[in-house]
Nanobody, 120 residues
């Protein structure tokens, strides 16, 4: 059984930084793309950033230049470094990964979500 476990979020002041991590565990053959999404109260879940298996990264315009996504394939972990945080970054953050786990081909898995609150 494959699981994604995210680190604890927290309360951060505007302009502050926070680093999220997400570890994939279980019977994992291979991990393809890894990504972060977020969902603010009353809004739909939105894509934040993604990193491919070869290390290419992409970001939503709203976080470009402030957030950095990275991965450690030895640890099956994806990170999201969030700098210059704004109140509008307040949301529940979810990690997502495309994982191949026999006997299945690649499937999308989600973490449980972690709350990030940016407020003074």
């Amino acid at each position: 059984q494959v699981q994604l476990l995210e680190s604890e979020g927290g309360l951060v002041q505007p302009g502050g930084s926070l680093r999220l991590s997400c570890v994939a565990s279980g019977s994992i053959d291979s991990i393809r793309d890894m990504a972060w999404y977020r969902q603010a109260p009353g809004k739909q879940r939105e894509w934040v950033a993604a990193v491919t298996s070869d290390g290419s990264t992409n970001y939503a315009d709203s976080v470009k230049g402030r957030f950095t996504i990275s991965r450690d394939d030895y640890k099956n972990t994806v990170y999201l470094q969030m700098d210059s945080l704004k109140p509008e970054d307040t949301a529940v953050y979810y990690c997502n990964a495309e994982i191949r786990s026999a006997p299945y081909y690649y499937r999308a898995y989600w973490g449980q979500g972690t709350q990030v609150t940016v407020s003074s």
